[in-house]
């Protein structure tokens, strides 16, 4: 049973490039999550999704997209990186209780 | 709006001693729950312990225990007996009534156990 998973791990971007972060999750939850942690900080939402074929905003959606075309899978895009990017990118899938995270993906924007 | 506060930047504790790491959080909702998360150097979230609003007993998971006094709207994390793989980052978050579920999370608090 993997849980939660993240790939890729490590990411470095050149300003104005775009990527794609996937999150795929084995638990048949259907809430899933991105957030993102910087230096000093809690994590922060950026989207999340209730349901296959939905999203919605979290608290920093702004230079960010995603998709939930299959329950399993969330994905995270980046379609013109910035250096305000730069970040460690946390995917979660919840049950009614708990929120289970992902190992990260550590993203650096140059 | 909902907010958890995380009042220690860091905490000092000798391996085998208790320790206490602060939690306050404001919300209107009348149901929420509250968790505590361990953030290791490898910088994995790890699940610790999670508490209810209508919980009447406070939760514990072996070593660590959440003392809620609801009135105060505080949620400590209780780490007995430290050991030195306790040394990490925690965060206090919360969970509000809302549909989307999503955590509210605290800056967090470094901990370091010294042997």
């Known amino acids: 049973n993997a849980g939660v998973t993240q790939t890729p791990k490590f990411r470095v971007l050149k300003t104005g490039q775009s990527m794609t972060l996937l999150c795929a999750q084995d638990m048949n939850h259907e809430y899933m999550y991105w957030y993102r942690q910087d230096p000093g900080m809690g994590l922060r939402l950026i989207h999340y999704?209730?349901?296959?074929?939905?999203?919605a905003k979290g608290e920093v959606p702004d230079g960010y997209n995603v998709s939930r075309l299959k329950k399993q899978n969330f994905l995270l895009g980046l379609e013109s990186a910035a250096p305000s990017q730069t970040s460690v990118y946390f995917c979660a899938s919840s049950s009614a209780e708990t929120q289970y995270f992902g190992p990260g993906t550590r993203l650096l924007v140059l | 709006a909902q907010k958890i506060t995380q009042t220690q930047p860091g905490m000092f504790v000798q391996e085998k001693e208790a320790v206490t790491l602060d939690c306050t959080y404001d919300?209107?909702?009348?149901?929420?729950?509250l968790f505590w998360y361990k953030q290791p150097s490898s910088g994995e979230m790890i699940f610790l312990i999670y508490q209810g609003s209508y919980d009447q007993q406070n939760a514990t998971e072996g070593r660590y225990s959440l003392n809620f006094q609801k009135a105060r709207k505080s949620a400590n994390l209780v780490i007995s007996a430290s050991q030195l793989g306790d040394s990490a980052m925690y965060f206090c978050a919360m969970r509000g009534g809302g549909s989307q579920g999503n955590l509210i999370f605290g800056k967090g608090t470094k901990l370091s156990v010294k042997p």
């Open positions: 919300t209107s909702d009348p149901s929420y729950g």
């Open positions: 999704s209730v349901g296959e074929g939905t999203t």
